[in-house]
Nanobody, 125 residues
């Protein structure tokens, strides 16, 4: 029912910035949480940032606090991930996901119901 389409990935130098977008369609864009995850080769998918669509409450992984910002534009049914001061270790496929559980923002991949296709972010040194 809910479709998520990502854009904005690409190649950037260390210290640079990039903004990812996740456009949602096919479902009401409210009453749930949206999250960003990433997965590097040979590693498990890990939580990056999350936001409650209705309240705007956010939560970040320690590895990106102070560098990444998650936000949403409810009128456009879109969630963003602004990434600043990028490091080589940020290189990964980035996914957006939707969690329909009411309550605290959750951080484990299996807790999310819908996923985008993923977009590659490569940070060169």
């Amino acid at each position: 029912q809910l479709q998520l389409v990502e854009s904005g990935g690409g190649l950037v130098q260390a210290g640079g910035s990039l903004r990812l977008s996740c456009a949602a369609s096919g479902h009401t864009f409210s009453g749930y949480a949206m999250g960003w995850f990433r997965q590097a080769p040979g590693k498990e998918r890990e939580f990056v940032a999350g936001i409650r669509v209705s309240s705007g409450r956010t939560y970040y992984a320690d590895s990106v606090k102070g560098r990444f910002t998650i936000s949403r534009d409810n009128a456009k049914n879109t969630v963003y991930l602004q990434m600043n001061s990028l490091k080589a270790e940020d290189t990964a496929v980035y996914y957006c996901a939707a969690d329909f559980t009411i309550g605290i923002i959750r951080t484990r991949p299996y807790e999310y119901d819908y996923w985008g296709q993923g977009t590659q972010v490569t940070v060169s040194s």
